[in-house]
């Protein structure tokens, strides 16, 4: 990503060439606190990737219609439930009337609870299906806020504690492979510039490389664009009524404590940063995501 010095677009692979379907599709989580705007960010992706010519799908965690508003035509859109990844992996077992008449009764939300972690391994499964099928040339994933998903992370080594053999712990294993193969998964961090999402972003970067997930990129989303006000003199200001002074020094202030955050976001990542311009719409739709992916990777080279 874009700290100003140089950006890499988080779909490339660690040696900067681009993925193919053939060798497996790269896999972006894309993370982060509830409410900076993961979804956003995710379609943004989609289109920076669709853009360099990429087979893109995104996978949305217990369905966001708004993906399929916001991201480009021919970008493949899949919601996956725990429960429906639940019921596609007991039919990939062979229990077929079983999984459907679990399903049909609803007890199979029941058998999830009773095995800790298995909702999310069956989940990070059907990701890593969709990778391996050889349709996409990257899987973008839409991940749960920052609890969920460090649990969902770490629930693959949880399973592989607990049980010994079986195809539980063969998926577990498969999963485990694809999530700490740096070429091919990677982790999107994503924050506004704000006190606590930056303290739960850079926890969140502690517990991801805890896990041993490689790290791909990182936005900072909906700055303000206050710059334009921190160059304006003493005398400029002067000249103006109160009121608008007082709005003019609230930015500015606004915008210094943003660029403290952003920092300290920087500092704990040891990574290039992209900063996504908050834009003065009430609804963000695709020219909108179009225009910001344009901005964030045209220097890209992808």
Known sequence: MSDGTHTVAPWLLPNGTLPTAEHGARVLLVLGKGGVGRTTITSLLAHGAHAAGLKVLVVAIDG??????????????????????????????GFGAFARRLAQSGVIEVVGAAA?????????????QFANAGQHDVVILDAPATGHATSMLSSVAGLLDIVEGGPIREQALDVERLLMNADRCGAVVVTTAETTPVNESIELISAIREVGVALAGAVVNAV???????????????????AVTDTIRAAIDRHEHSTADIKRFVDALELGVTQVVKLPTAELGRDHISDLAVAAFEESGS
């Not at 021919?74 to 039919?91: P, Q």
């Not at 972690?117 to 069956?122: A, E, K, N, Y």
């Not at 303000?224 to 109160?242: C, F, V």
């Open 64 to 93: 966001k219609s708004s993906l399929h508003r916001l991201c480009p035509d021919g970008v493949d859109v899949k919601s996956v439930s725990a429960g429906s990844a639940l019921e596609d992996y007991l039919l990939d077992q």
């Open 116 to 128: 800790p972690g298995i909702h999310d391994l069956v989940v990070l499964g059907k990701v890593k």
């Open 224 to 242: 303000e664009p206050d710059e334009l006000l921190t160059g304006l003199s003493a005398k400029e200001l002067s000249g103006l009524p109160s």
